[in-house]
Each structure stands twice: as structure tokens, then as C-alpha cells.
């Protein structure tokens, strides 16, 4: 082998050997530093929901999904709190015997109670477009374990409010008012008998279907919702 042969074999092997012996050093010092976060990590920290619940009513709070306000607002349409609240305006309107052109026979209930059904499909058809429309919750949570006068303020400010954010806090809403006078108004104007049934006596009408939903409210308060502070524990 030439000298020049001989020269780079010894220098390949002197760097073999340095390599090996400075190579156990290097792991440990790496070994040693601290891991970094990875980005996945950093976002899900950054995500992570508080500790704190919201609560509504004395019960936790979740916001509702697309689904679940579709469910609310056929229950309380055409399900048994709108049966209740059709059959006891058409009642009251038999009762009174309005309008008179109608009598106060079964034909004349019949067509009560339909007006009355078509008052409550308008009134929550417009109620849930406006529901998605301003991104409000407007279902009724009845206040488990208040006293009886939150309990009524509870009913009462449910025609006046709405829930929103993911705490739900209550805010002053136009929608269930403007709800509850579109249906009397329309019905009115469109069907009623007499040519002094118009929108004037759909909005003095509508009072009957503040005082029906306020009635609901409370019959849920009291009768199903029946625990309150009032009552005597045991």
C-alpha cells in the first residue's frame, strides 16, 4: 500500500473511533433536554372547556342543536302543549260564544277549533323561524327547586325573553311576542265572520294567547315540576 494509501486509512479509522466515543455523550445530552409540546397539544390545551357549568333554572345548561328545536317546536305545535292550548282558546271562545256568526253549536266548535289550531301552527311556525333566524333558545325550562315566586316570574318572562350564548342568559327578545300576534292577526283578517273581525281584533285576540302559554308555563311549574322551596323537605 502506497503512503498516500496508508495516510487516509489511519485518518478514516481516527475518525471512526472519535465518532464511537463521542457518541454515548451525545445521547445522554439529549436524553437530558426538556421534550417540546407537540402542535397537537398546544391546540387542545388552547380548546379545553372550563371547569365551570352553566347553569339555568338550577340544572345545567347545554344549547340546544338544530334537532332539538325542531323537536320543540313540533311538540309544543302540534304535540299535546299545543293540543291543550288549542282546545282551551276554542273553549273560551265557545263560552263567550265569538264570533257569534259561528253559533254555539258542535259545527260552531268545530270551526273555533280550528281557528284556534290555526293560530297556534302560525304562531310556532313563526316563533321557530325567528328561533333559527336571530339564533335564540326559546324553550320553556321550568325552575326546579325555586321558590313559588321565581317560579311565576320564570312563566311571565318566558314570553318576553330568550336564552343565547353557551350560558344561556336571558335577554329581552321580540320573538315571542311578535309570535303570538301573527297568528291573531292573520286568522282574523283571513277567515273570521263579520266585517269587523280584522287586525284590530286579532291584536285585542292575542291577549288570549299570552294568558294560554303563561297558563302552560305554570301548569308545568306546579304540577309537573312540582319540587319548590316552599314545600317541606322529606
Sequence with gaps: MSDR??????????????????APALRGQTAALPEAPKPQELRTREKSP?????????????????????????RDTYGLWGALSTTI???YSQARDKPSGWGQDLPGFGQRFG???????????????????????????PCHGCS??????????????????????????????????SGPIIVHQAWY?????????????????????VGVHLFREFVLERRHKDEPEG
Excluded: W
Design 89 to 91: 282558546r276554542a273553549s
Design 115 to 141: 281557528s284556534s289550531f290555526a293560530v297556534t301552527s302560525i304562531n310556532g311556525s313563526v316563533r321557530y323561524g325567528m328561533e333559527e333566524l336571530f339564533h335564540e333558545d326559546l324553550r320553556y325550562i
Design 50 to 74: 372550563p371547569d365551570q357549568i352553566a347553569m339555568v333554572n338550577h340544572r345545567p345548561y347545554v344549547p340546544p342543536t338544530q334537532k332539538e328545536l325542531r323537536h320543540d317546536y313540533l
Design 193 to 213: 265572520p263579520g266585517s269587523s273581525q280584522g287586525p284590530l281584533s286579532g291584536v285585542v285576540s292575542a291577549r288570549v294567547v299570552f294568558a294560554t302559554r
Design 5 to 22: 494509501g496508508r495516510g487516509l486509512f489511519l485518518g478514516l479509522l481516527v475518525c471512526s473511533l472519535s465518532a464511537l466515543a463521542i
Design 148 to 181: 313559588v315566586k321565581h317560579k311565576v316570574e320564570n312563566a311571565l318572562l318566558a314570553e318576553i325573553t330568550a336564552r343565547h350564548e353557551s350560558d344561556g342568559h336571558r335577554v329581552f327578545s321580540l320573538t315571542p311576542t311578535v309570535a303570538d300576534f
